[in-house]
């Protein structure tokens, strides 16, 4: 069993930044790929983000609308994944997910992922 608990959220004026944080229970965070997903008002949840498990230099995977401004990191000493966002759009504004998938690598679909956080609120302003 695995606990996330994301936070880090908040309100933003649009081109600000923020940073998402996930801690996680449990002594097997290396072996969990961790994925960000967001969900607007109305919408369905979809993939952020996702950092594959392992204890090197893990990959990451990013949705066209995030790529090269977002940033997927792992400190697997602090059982913790980061999400920083930077240059933000009121269309980021939503709930923000971490989820945790065993062994995963390139996990970019909700099936996939096992756990799941109670998500924390971004909102971007214009």
């Known amino acids: 069993q695995v606990q996330l608990v994301e936070s880090g959220g908040g309100l933003v004026q649009a081109g600000g930044s923020l940073r998402l944080s996930c801690a996680a229970s449990g002594r097997t965070f290396t072996y969990y790929a961790m994925g960000w997903f967001r969900q607007a008002p109305g919408k369905e949840r979809e993939f952020v983000g996702t950092?594959?498990?392992?204890?090197?230099?893990?990959?990451?995977y990013y949705a066209d609308s995030v790529k090269g401004r977002f940033t997927i990191s792992r400190d697997n000493a602090k059982n913790t994944v980061y999400l920083q966002m930077n240059s933000l759009k009121p269309e980021d504004t939503a709930v923000y997910y971490c989820?945790?998938?065993?062994?995963?690598?390139?996990?970019?679909?909700?099936?996939?992922?096992?756990?799941w956080g109670q998500g924390t609120q971004v909102t971007v302003s214009s």
């Open positions: 950092i594959d498990w392992g204890t090197g230099r893990s990959s990451r």
């Open positions: 989820a945790a998938a065993l062994y995963g690598d390139r996990v970019t679909e909700r099936y996939e992922y096992t756990y």
